[in-house]
């Protein structure tokens, strides 16, 4: 989540890579994979993709580390390119044809570390049912309004971090959440009675 | 009789932030006396809160140990290799668009149809008053206020503009 991190050491690592410091950047690399990993795989819902992306993701941010002003945080800076690269490669895949999604594939087990796992096989079940009918939620909505979402719900930024983000305004920001929220709600909604 | 919360403007926006606990704490009492009576509404906001907790609890997926331990090395790689995408980013679909800006689908559905309405009217000259070929749209101004349409029949001085503002702004 962002802050959680250290801004600061981030600051050091970041001036240090755009002096062409390798070391440092890998450092920071280390520091932000998983997170960048995360933001992408919730965006295109593959993992070949978003390990794909991931990589781009700081590619990219190293290409362009010298214009980094600084003004955002590294976070919120590298959330932009992901988002911008993920939203890129799902509309691209769209245009090529649509995929089916299969909970198994797209979640295997060992990726999921922080995936919470209940003991109880009833849970357990219920874990998976939600999954997958949240995934169908989310497969549905368009990529700007699945990226809004997943920085909002999963990574926990601010409208604002949203916005810079996305490159978009705060009142967008709002609007494109309560439509990505309503529309999984209207799939939820209807499998409450099962999941209780 | 139908509940306050049903009979006001926004009523799913405000769901959805109560749900999301983004009210102001004032809005938040009101809503929370509405929802006593409204079971259709608290069935939303758990709906909304289950989305919200399944999508917080059980959705990050980080890299397996192979891949966390390959991906600093594929890095390294792609800039080595001067590797950098230097693709042009793939543009929203109409339908991407329409979901952003559903009052500028209204507005081109409208447009349409009142072009159909000029066209197949002007084929009938005795009901056409003024010569030409139907209605143009002069000008289209999308930003995120909304969108103004201007229409204009040729031949004719007279314009109709339509604005359409943006509620969310």
Known sequence: ?196 | MAHWLHRLGGRGRRLAAYAAGELPPAERSSVEIALAACPVCRREVEACRLASLALRKSSRVGLTAEEAAAFLPEVNRRIDHGQVRATRPARPDLREILWDHPRLGLASAFAAALMIVGLTLSQWGPFVTTPGNGVEVVSVDVDEDGSVMVFEAPGSTLKVIWVFENSSS
């Open chain 1, 1 to 196: 989540m962002p802050g959680s991190e250290e801004p600061g050491a981030d600051r050091a690592l970041v001036e240090r890579a755009a002096r062409g410091d390798r070391e440092a950047f890998g450092l920071l690399v280390r520091r932000h994979q998983d997170r960048v990993f995360n933001v992408a795989y919730q965006v295109v819902r593959n993992r070949e993709d978003a390990l794909d992306v991931a990589q781009d993701a700081f590619v990219k941010a190293f290409a362009s580390l010298p214009s980094f002003k600084g003004e955002a945080s590294f976070s919120t800076w590298t959330h932009r390119i992901v988002v911008n690269l993920a939203i890129d490669c799902l509309r691209r895949r769209r245009r090529a044809g649509p995929t089916e999604y299969d909970d198994r594939k797209a979640a295997p087990e060992e990726g999921e570390a922080r995936l919470a796992a209940p003991d109880d096989p009833q849970s357990a079940l219920e874990t998976r049912q939600i999954r997958s009918i949240l995934a169908r939620g989310i497969e549905a909505l368009p990529p700007l309004h699945r990226a809004v979402l997943i920085l909002r719900e999963v990574e926990g930024l601010s409208y604002e971090e949203i916005a810079r983000a996305v490159g978009c305004s705060l009142g967008t920001v709002m609007s494109r959440l309560f439509h990505a929220r309503r529309k999984l709600q209207k799939v939820m909604e209807p499998n409450l009675d099962d999941l209780r």
